[in-house]
């Protein structure tokens, strides 16, 4: 028993010792083999054999341009590239600007957007109701004496104060939205204590100016925009 | 051909800024020859058959009726 256990020992270290060397030198072989040498231990037939160094950089001095300077090749580059940029912005512009007239107004509302009056059928003293934008708007041919007493009313204790030159743009007309400032009636003219006009609603009294000057309402008459493109014609809006 | 290709460069590639402006202005150029031009081919297909076209019919009706506004 123990004669076998010795053998057995001497055995397994002999083989160690055998098969030691037998590694290193596998070992060393595979560290240092080159390419040169694979085709003797592997049945794959490298395209690389029998070269030194498997890198081998081509000559492109055939498709090289022979110029120094940056035109020719260089120039279309160029070219290209400023061609596409300038597609790409007016791509880009287009669509910016398609978005922005998408929100403006559209022709039909433009086309109701702006009334003209012939100023001429309007005698002096009379009141005219027209529609505009879906709200009316008075048109008042003030006589004379109208415009003085607008101008001389002492405007600067009046609640909302304001100036009758600060209203109109021509003195002899007053034109201003017939909504009553309070909760928006629409006022009744040449009525009220002031000679102006008077809102049944809830009593609120405007000056021949369309001035607040007496119940609820907090502000004057209010006054659109307008013009007097040649005379005898206004235009509202 | 050499010294226009040298002169396109040192005018507009040499510089970003040139470079730039003279892609924007070509931007711009090219919309107005492409607006002009499709419009041109759209009147070109549909000759006759527009408002423009046919206008001067009924112009002249409106003025042989009366003082109308247009």
Same mark, same amino acid.
């Not at chain 1, 001497?10 to 030691?20: E, F, G, M």
């Not at chain 2, 590639?13 to 041109?40: E, H, I, K, P, Y």
């Given at each position: 028993?123990?004669?076998?256990?010795?053998?057995?020992?001497? =055995?397994?270290?002999?083989?160690?010792?055998?098969?030691?060397?037998?590694?290193?030198?596998? +070992?060393?072989?595979?560290?240092?083999?080159?390419?040169?040498?694979?085709?003797?231990?592997?049945?794959?037939?490298?395209?690389?054999?029998?070269?030194?160094?498997?890198?081998? =950089?081509?000559?492109?001095?055939?498709? *090289?341009?022979?110029?120094?300077?940056?035109?020719?090749?260089?120039?279309?580059?160029?070219? /290209?590239?400023?061609? /596409?940029?300038?597609?790409?912005?007016? &791509?880009?512009?287009?669509?910016?600007?398609?978005?922005?007239?998408?929100?403006?107004?559209?022709?039909?509302?433009?086309?109701?957007? *702006?009334?003209?009056?012939?100023?001429?059928?309007?005698?002096?003293?009379?009141?005219?109701?027209?529609?505009?934008? &879906?709200?009316?708007?008075?048109?008042?041919? %003030?006589?004379?004496?109208?415009?003085?007493?607008?101008?001389?009313?002492?405007?600067?204790?009046?609640?909302?104060?304001?100036?009758?030159?600060? %209203?109109?743009?021509?003195?002899?007309?007053? =034109?201003?939205?017939?909504? +009553?400032?309070?909760?928006? +009636?629409?006022?009744? &003219?040449?009525?009220?204590?002031?000679?102006?006009?008077?809102?049944? +609603?809830?009593?609120?009294?405007?000056? =021949?100016?369309? %001035?607040? %000057?007496?119940?609820?309402?907090?502000?004057?008459?209010?006054?659109?925009?307008?013009?007097?493109?040649?005379?005898?014609?206004?235009?509202?809006? | 051909?050499?010294?226009?290709?040298?002169?396109?460069?040192?005018?507009?590639?040499?510089?970003?800024?040139?470079?730039?402006?003279?892609?924007?202005?070509?931007?711009?150029?090219?919309?107005?020859?492409?607006?002009?031009?499709?419009?041109?081919?759209?009147?070109?297909?549909?000759?006759?058959?527009?408002?423009?076209?046919?206008?001067?019919?009924?112009?002249?009706?409106?003025? #042989?009726?009366?003082? #109308? #506004?247009?």
């Amino acid at each position: 028993m123990p004669a076998l256990a010795n053998t057995t020992r001497a =055995i397994a270290r002999s083989w160690t010792q055998h098969s030691l060397p037998v590694a290193r030198a596998s +070992c060393g072989t595979m560290q240092s083999r080159s390419i040169s040498e694979v085709h003797t231990t592997s049945s794959f037939d490298s395209p690389f054999k029998g070269q030194g160094s498997s890198t081998k =950089i081509p000559n492109f001095g055939a498709y *090289k341009s022979n110029k120094k300077s940056e035109d020719g090749p260089k120039l279309l580059q160029y070219f /290209m590239v400023g061609t /596409m940029g300038a597609l790409t912005s007016l &791509g880009a512009k287009a669509t910016v600007q398609d978005f922005l007239v998408n929100m403006s107004a559209s022709a039909d509302v433009l086309a109701q957007a *702006k009334v003209e009056i012939d100023l001429a059928a309007i005698p002096e003293g009379k009141n005219v109701i027209i529609k505009w934008r &879906g709200k009316p708007v008075f048109i008042r041919h %003030r006589t004379e004496s109208e415009i003085k007493e607008a101008e001389d009313t002492k405007w600067e204790a009046l609640r909302d104060p304001q100036s009758d030159a600060d %209203r109109v743009k021509k003195p002899e007309w007053l =034109i201003m939205l017939g909504v +009553c400032t309070h909760l928006g +009636c629409v006022p009744i &003219g040449e009525a009220g204590d002031f000679g102006g006009w008077f809102c049944p +609603c809830h009593g609120s009294h405007y000056d =021949i100016s369309g %001035r607040i %000057r007496k119940g609820p309402a907090p502000l004057n008459l209010e006054v659109p925009e307008y013009d007097f493109p040649e005379d005898g014609k206004v235009v509202i809006g | 051909m050499s010294s226009f290709t040298s002169f396109l460069y040192n005018s507009i590639f040499r510089r970003n800024t040139t470079m730039l402006a003279t892609v924007f202005a070509g931007a711009f150029a090219m919309q107005l020859a492409f607006d002009t031009g499709s419009d041109r081919v759209w009147d070109s297909i549909n000759r006759g058959r527009q408002w423009k076209d046919i206008k001067y019919k009924y112009i002249q009706k409106a003025e #042989d009726d009366g003082d #109308d #506004d247009e």
